[in-house]
């Protein structure tokens, strides 16, 4: 099993910016994809974007598309989700899981298997 911690959320005004970072423990040895999530009071859990193994393959959530960025250190064991240009409706729970599966699946919840505690960022108008 793979244990995830989520850091760097926080309290910023609109059009600012963040970067969470997803660090990664207990590795079966198997690298996998890691994806981002939020879930806003009240709403359910949406995907925000994913990246590959390797880090050469990313989808985002149109939503968010041309303001954040997935990258992922391997070396770090860490996956990262700058986001930048945010608005108050980002404002939610980020939590970060791995997935073994395909990459069509990425955006669906059902296809992740370890999942963090979660961090919460707040968008301020």
């Known amino acids: 099993q793979v244990q995830l911690v989520e850091s760097g959320g926080g309290l910023v005004q609109a059009g600012g910016s963040l970067r969470l970072s997803c660090v990664t423990s207990?590795?079966?040895?198997?690298?996998?994809?890691v994806g981002w999530f939020r879930q806003a009071p009240g709403k359910e859990r949406r995907f925000v974007a994913a990246?590959?193994?390797?880090?050469?393959?990313?989808i985002y959530a149109d939503s968010v598309k041309g303001r954040f960025t997935i990258s992922r250190d391997n070396i770090k064991n860490t996956v990262y989700l700058q986001m930048n240009n945010l608005k108050p409706e980002d404002t939610a729970v980020y939590y970060c899981a791995t997935t073994y599966s395909s990459s069509p699946s990425w955006s669906r919840g059902s296809a992740y298997r370890d999942w963090g505690q979660g961090t919460q960022v707040t968008v301020s108008s």
């Open positions: 207990g590795s079966t040895g198997t690298t996998s994809a």
């Open positions: 990246i590959s193994e390797s880090g050469g393959f990313r």
